[in-house]
C-alpha cells in the first residue's frame, strides 16, 4: 500500500484516482467510479465527488493507496 500525502482537509475521490496515477484522466476517473470499480474503506463507492480524507483507504485494480495528510 502507498501512502498519497495531501493538502488540506480532504480530496475528492476522483481527483485522487488522477493526482495519484490510477487514472490517466479525469474522465477515466469518473468512468470508473461510475461503474463501481473502486473500493473506498472496503466498499465499493460510486460517488466520485467523496471526499477522502486522512486515512481513508483507496482500491483500484489491485492497488491500494492510503491518504495521509501534510
Known amino acids: 500500500?502507498?501512502?498519497?500525502?495531501?493538502?488540506?482537509?480532504?480530496?475528492?475521490?476522483?481527483?485522487?484516482l488522477k493526482?495519484?496515477?490510477?487514472?490517466?484522466?479525469?474522465?477515466?476517473?469518473k468512468q470508473v467510479v461510475q461503474n463501481g470499480e473502486v473500493r473506498v474503506n472496503g466498499e465499493v463507492c460510486e460517488m466520485r465527488g467523496k471526499k477522502i480524507r486522512n486515512g481513508d483507504v483507496v482500491e483500484f485494480e489491485g492497488k491500494e493507496i492510503k491518504v495521509v495528510l501534510i
Do not use: P, R, V
Not at 500500500?1 to 485522487?16: A, P, S, T, V
Not at 495519484?20 to 477515466?28: F, L, P, Q, V, Y
Open 1 to 16: 500500500m502507498d501512502n498519497i500525502k495531501i493538502e488540506g482537509e480532504y480530496i475528492k475521490l476522483q481527483d485522487l
Open 19 to 29: 493526482f495519484s496515477g490510477m487514472c490517466m484522466t479525469g474522465g477515466h476517473a
